[in-house]
């Protein structure tokens, strides 16, 4: 299949990027980082969180955030929205687009939301009913999309399943986590092959981290599978909390070099959002890379 000759990056580093850091981030600090990310050309930015402030302290200023948000035009900022509580409080702060999320395996699904898969598609079906009666646009998540933590490898059945139903739910885009980074090429291939059955190919994102170092593979993987949406995180932002001291999210400056390397289009600045990295890296106490 021949390469696409133009991507979509979305930028995560602000929310999922940033939820874990143990220190308060300040809120300056966030919307500078936001509207840096936005200035340097990436068409979405994820920029915030609706969630509980006890299980995710960080995000737990992002109604503010959203409120004093200075937005470009044509840049898309979601917002993670687990309930009907958080879609509520996205609303009041003027969010216009939202993420959902969902897992493919079922020990994943226990231990990171207390629900089974079941319960939380039957838990998100209002939540997305509810936004797009109000216009919002809805982006779904699939996390362990390769491999579990708990129950080992994820059954491509598993991952269909969860992706047709965030679709029928209206979701415009599936985002295929592999959320402790253990995927390789010929896995990922083997992914998209099944998923691609039953969701459009052009509707399918790929969020790859980069624990084991496969990361920039794996898009490459996807980019000759046809897929031309990547969810990725400025500075690598973001640890993998089964794995303590590896890379999380792969970081957006390695995914633009990939792009530029195969000469695939982005209308992003590498060296702004290196820029950004650095500065975000100074503001949390860490080396650049």
Known sequence: MNLPTHVTIVEVGPRDGL?????????????????RLAAAGLP?????????????????????????????????????????????????????EIAVFVSASEGFSQANINCSRAESLERLAPVAASALAKGLRVRGYVSCAIGCPYDGPTPHANVMEMSLRLMEMGCGEISLGDTIGVGDPEQVRSLIDAVTKVIPRGKLAMHFHDTYGRAVANIEASLREGISIFDSSVAGLGGCPFAPGAPGNVATEAVLDLMERLGI????????????????????????Q
Do not use: C
């Open 44 to 96: 979405v930015v994820e920029a915030g969180a609706f969630v509980s402030p006890k299980r995710v302290p960080q995000m737990a200023d992002s109604a503010e955030l959203f409120r004093q948000l200075h937005r470009r035009p044509g840049v898309r900022y979601p917002a993670l929205v687990p309930n009907m509580l958080g879609l509520q409080l996205a609303l009041t702060a003027g969010v216009e």
């Open 19 to 35: 939820q874990n850091e143990p220190a308060r981030i300040p809120l300056e600090s966030k919307l500078e980082l936001v509207e």
């Open 265 to 288: 289009e982005t209308g992003v600045d590498r060296a702004a959002v290196a820029e950004s990295g650095t500065w975000i890296r100074q503001r949390l106490g860490r080396e650049t």
